[in-house]
């Protein structure tokens, strides 16, 4: 995946950043689900 000169391209870089921001939301959405349930 990586070019010979060491650099990432943008759109592998782009992809990584997507699946963190996604992963990061949905574990605040699971806490916040857990939390609802916990204070009922």
């Known amino acids: 995946m990586r070019e ?3 650099h990432v391209p943008l ?3 782009l992809g ?3 699946l963190i921001w996604g992963l990061s ?3 605040l959405g699971a ?3 857990l ?3 916990w204070l009922r």
């Open 25 to 27: 939301i949905a574990a």
């Open 16 to 18: 990584w950043l997507l």
């Open 35 to 37: 939390l609802r349930w």
């Open 4 to 6: 010979p000169s060491g």
């Open 11 to 13: 759109r592998s870089r």
């Open 31 to 33: 806490v916040a689900m």
